[in-house]
C-alpha cells in the first residue's frame, strides 16, 4: 500500500514537472513569434521609407531634367550691341554709312571741343592775386612773365593788356576787348560743324525713310499687287535709317549743349576777370604817377 501511494506521488510531481516545461516553452515560442513580427514590421518601414525617398529622388531628377530642357530650349538673349549691329545691317549700308560717319565726325569734334574748353578754364582769382603781386614786387614785366606762364584765354588777355600798358589805359582797355574777342572765337571754333551734323543726321534719316518707300510702292507696282511682305521691307528699311538719324542727332545735341554751356562759363570768367584786371592797372598806375 505504501509502494503504491509512493509510485501515484511520483506520477503526479512527474506531470506537474512536464506542465512546466511545456508552459515555458510555449512562452518563448510566443516571444519568438513576437520578436519576429516586430522585425518583420520594422523591415517593412524601412522598406517603406526606401521607396518613399526612391520616389522623391526620381521626381527631383526629373524636375532638372524638365529644367534643363526648358534652359536649353529657350533661345539665349542677343546683346544690345549684337541688337544694334543687327538693325544697322538691315537698314541698308548706303544711307547708314552716311549716318554713322556724322555720328564719328561729330563725336570726333565733340572730344576735341571739351579737351580744349577743359585746359582753356583758368582759376581767375588766383591769376589776379598773383598778377597784382607781380605788380607790386617786379613791375609790369614781372605781371607779364607770371601771365606768360599761365594757360588760358585770361591769361592771354590779361598779357595783352599788360603788354599796351605804356600806351595808357585807353588802349590797355581796346587791346583787351581785340583779345577777348578772338580768344571768345578760339573758343567756338568747330561748334558750328557739330550742329551741321546735328540737322544732317535726321535728314539723312528721313532722305532714306522716303528712298525706302518708295522702293516699296516700285515693288506693289512691279507685282501688280499689294503684298504685305513687299511693302513690309521697304518701310523697316525706312524706319529704321530714321531712327539711327534721330540717335544720331540726339547724341550730338547733348554734348553740344554741354560744350555752349562751357564756352559760356569760360567767356563770363574772361570778362569779369577783365574788369578786375583794369582795376587793378588803374590802381597800379595811380600809385606810380
Known amino acids: 500500500m505504501k509502494k503504491a501511494l509512493s509510485l501515484f506521488a511520483i506520477v503526479v510531481l512527474s506531470m506537474g514537472t512536464v506542465n512546466a516545461y511545456a508552459q515555458e ?9 513576437a ?9 517593412s518601414a524601412d522598406a517603406a521609407v526606401d521607396s518613399a525617398a526612391a520616389t522623391t529622388d526620381s521626381a527631383v531628377t526629373e524636375e532638372v531634367a ?18 544694334l549691329k543687327e538693325k ?11 549716318v554713322l ?7 570726333a569734334l565733340v572730344i576735341e571741343r571739351i579737351i580744349y574748353l577743359t585746359f582753356a578754364q583758368t582759376n581767375t582769382e588766383k591769376l589776379l592775386n598773383e598778377v597784382e603781386g607781380a605788380l607790386n614786387n617786379g613791375g609790369i614785366e614781372a605781371a607779364k612773365e607770371v601771365c606768360r606762364n599761365t594757360r588760358g584765354p585770361v591769361a592771354t588777355i590779361f598779357f595783352e593788356g599788360l603788354d599796351h600798358y605804356s600806351e595808357g589805359l585807353d588802349m590797355v582797355d581796346k587791346s583787351i ?17 557739330i550742329s551741321l551734323f546735328i540737322a544732317l543726321a535726321p535728314m539723312l534719316g528721313f532722305m532714306g525713310t522716303v528712298i525706302g518707300m518708295i522702293g516699296a510702292f516700285d515693288a506693289i507696282e ?21 531712327v539711327f538719324g534721330l540717335i544720331v542727332a540726339i547724341i550730338l545735341q547733348v554734348f553740344y549743349n554741354l560744350i555752349v554751356a562751357m564756352i559760356d562759363s569760360i567767356v563770363i570768367n574772361m570778362e569779369d576777370a577783365s574788369i578786375s584786371f583794369l582795376d587793378l592797372l588803374v590802381a597800379f598806375n595811380k600809385k606810380n604817377s
Open 25 to 33: 516553452d510555449m512562452a518563448a515560442t510566443e516571444e519568438v513569434v
Open 66 to 83: 524638365e529644367e534643363a530642357v526648358v534652359e536649353e530650349s529657350a533661345p539665349a538673349e542677343k546683346a544690345f550691341t549684337q541688337i
Open 88 to 98: 544697322f545691317i538691315e537698314g541698308g549700308a548706303f544711307f547708314m554709312s552716311f
Open 101 to 107: 560717319l556724322a555720328l564719328v565726325l561729330g563725336l
Open 35 to 43: 520578436d519576429s513580427a516586430v522585425i518583420e514590421t520594422m523591415d
Open 177 to 193: 576787348m581785340s583779345v577777348g574777342s578772338v580768344e571768345n572765337g578760339k573758343l567756338e571754333k568747330g561748334v558750328s560743324w
Open 222 to 242: 512691279a507685282a501688280g499687287d499689294i503684298n504685305p511682305s513687299l511693302v513690309a521691307g521697304g518701310i523697316k528699311i525706312a524706319l529704321l535709317t530714321t
